[in-house]
Antibody, heavy 124, light 109 residues
Framework: QVQLHESGPGLVKPSETLSLTCTVS????????WSWIRQPPGKGLEWVGY???????NYNPSLKSRLTISVDTPKNQFSLKLNSVTAADTAVYYC??????????????????WGQGTLVTASS | EIVLTQSPGTLSLSPGERATLSCRAS???????LAWYQQKPGQAPRLLIY???NRATGIPDRFSGSGSGTDFTLTISRLEPEDFVVYYC??????????FGQGTKLEIK
């Protein structure tokens, strides 16, 4: 059973950098996409970005200028860095496995395993 | 950007009843690219349905999905007490590639 676990500071000062790491257990990073999704308190879900195990990335255009997602395959981890944070970046941040594959019925793309989430508050 | 609009925002029903949740897309979405998630308070979303109608592993058969084009539906045939939580639809498409609906809260009447 694949398990994901987010870790990192719960409080970040405005204008500073938010850094989180997701550790994957029960399976390797190989041949999968790994994603970050966030949820402001009491609100809906926003896709942040993903990284493929080989390091290829795709970011939400609304965050692209501030965002870096990286992968550490030997440690079975991937990380998020979001710089110049504001109060609007306050959210529960989830890491998730993105299952993207094709079979005889076509191509599918969805998030099948999620971490429990970690609340990051941007405040002085 | 493809916008997903879920309705109703809140649905009030009783245990044992049938729930029908709607997800409407601003542009046509391939059925293969539509998924549904359930989120309980304080927990991460859980995948229920992928490819519009395929139940994820371990999901009870009272949950079913249907639809095509711009209109998709999640149906819960007989509501159990633990089903009264929030549901999100999600699509894969153009930039940004992944968007979610705003959610439907299922509450006990």
């Amino acid at each position: 059973q694949v398990q994901l676990h987010e870790s990192g500071p719960g409080l970040v000062k405005p204008s500073e950098t938010l850094s989180l790491t997701c550790t994957v257990s029960g399976g390797s990073l190989g041949t999968y996409f790994w994603s970050w999704i966030r949820q402001p308190p009491g609100k809906g879900l926003e896709w942040v970005g993903y990284i493929y195990y080989n390091g290829n990335t795709n970011y939400n255009p609304s965050l692209k200028s501030r965002l870096t997602i990286s992968v550490d395959t030997p440690k079975n981890q991937f990380s998020l860095k979001l710089n110049s944070v504001t109060a609007a970046d306050t959210a529960v941040y989830y890491c998730a496995r993105l299952r993207d594959y094709s079979d005889s019925s076509g191509r599918y793309s969805y998030f099948d395993y999620w971490g429990q989430g970690t609340l990051v508050t941007a405040s002085s | 950007e493809i916008v997903l609009t879920q309705s109703p925002g809140t649905l009030s029903l009783s245990p044992g009843e049938r729930a029908t949740l709607s997800c409407r897309a601003s542009q046509s979405v391939s059925s293969n690219y539509l998924a549904w998630y359930q989120q309980k308070p304080g927990q991460a979303p859980r995948l229920l349905i992928y490819g519009a109608s395929n139940r994820a592993t371990g999901i009870p058969d009272r949950f079913s999905g249907s639809g095509s084009g711009t209109d998709f539906t999640l149906t819960i045939s007989r509501l159990e007490p633990e089903d009264f939580v929030v549901y999100y639809c999600q699509q894969y498409g153009s930039s940004p590639p992944y968007t979610f609906g705003q959610g439907t809260k299922l509450e006990i009447k």
